[in-house]
């Protein structure tokens, strides 16, 4: 076989284990609706099955385990390690903050004084530090090992656009396993996956541009805690309990995906237009 053929084996096989693992996990729906402890021992041995996907893809084809991107590379790439951390805080920041400010009710952000944000700010990046680590278990799979087989067939735009649909789409069935009626999947399936893909299309970005997972694991781990974080400080707040920002709160909701949007194509061009003859 060609180098060619040799990654879209290789491919195959970790996808096809993903896909193994996600109809286990749909198969398991009924016991895990009936125990707390069973939903969240399938739900962690899911959030690791690309990891445990990869690894038996290297098994399977003699691969080896060379190369996993396990190496921090922080020669040169430090602004990219920075970027992974700050994206998703100012993205999410527009989402919470700016209609908040926009609508008149400024003083609502009370609890937003220099030196929460500063703590709050500090506290992510060591807990980035030491609790992404968790995160592996994702991006050993989807960073550490597709967007290698998929780079020589697709290119780095395509493996950033259709690794960040794959990764999207991977998350359905662990959302779709937390909603309690179908209402509440269609209310999530439109805005998040378009979300999740976008910022899975940087990860394997990031990715690609350090030759490790970790400004992914970090960035990962950024996207899940900084909307926490930010909803936290804003409760804080002189926020009536009745209060309702209307139209104008949905609309920011999806700034943050045309802030994701911009970045993205902007990187992706500037990368494409590098590789391009003079």
Not at 14 to 21: A, C, D, E, G
Not at 102 to 119: E, I, K, M, Y
Not at 199 to 225: C, R
Request: glycine share 8%; charged share 10%; proline share 4%.
């Amino acid at each position: 076989m060609n180098t060619k053929q040799v990654n879209v084996k290789r491919l195959g096989i970790y996808l096809l284990t993903v896909f193994v693992f996600i109809l286990g996990f749909m198969l398991c729906t009924i016991p895990m609706n009936a125990s707390n402890t069973m939903f969240c021992i399938l739900y962690m041995l899911f959030s690791f099955s690309p990891a445990i996907a990869s690894l038996i893809a290297r098994a399977v084809t003699k691969e080896g385990f060379r190369d996993m991107k396990l190496h921090l590379h922080l020669s040169g790439n430090f602004r990219w390690y920075l970027l992974a951390f700050a994206l998703p805080l100012i993205c999410f920041s527009v989402k919470f903050l700016l209609p908040v400010i926009l609508s008149g009710h400024a003083d609502w952000l009370g609890a937003f004084t220099a030196q929460n944000v500063l703590a709050s700010v500090f506290t992510l990046a060591a807990m980035s530090a030491v609790m992404s680590i968790g995160l592996i278990g994702e991006e050993l799979g989807w960073r550490g090992y597709m967007n290698q087989k998929m780079e020589p067939l697709l290119g780095t735009v395509g493996t950033c656009i259709a690794g960040g649909i794959v990764w999207g789409l991977w998350h359905l069935p662990m959302d779709i396993a937390g909603c309690d009626a179908m209402s509440d999947v269609f209310a999530m399936c439109g805005g998040r996956m378009i979300q999740l893909t976008l910022f899975g299309v940087f990860l394997m970005w990031l990715t690609q541009k350090t030759d490790s997972v970790f400004p992914a694991v970090i960035g990962h781990y950024m996207f899940n805690e900084s909307q926490g974080a930010l909803a936290a400080l804003l409760y804080q707040g002189n926020i009536p309990e009745d209060a309702d920002l209307g139209v104008i709160a949905d609309v920011f909701s999806y700034l943050p995906l045309l802030l994701l949007a911009v970045v993205f194509m902007g990187l992706l061009l500037r990368e494409k237009n590098k590789t391009l003859p003079t």
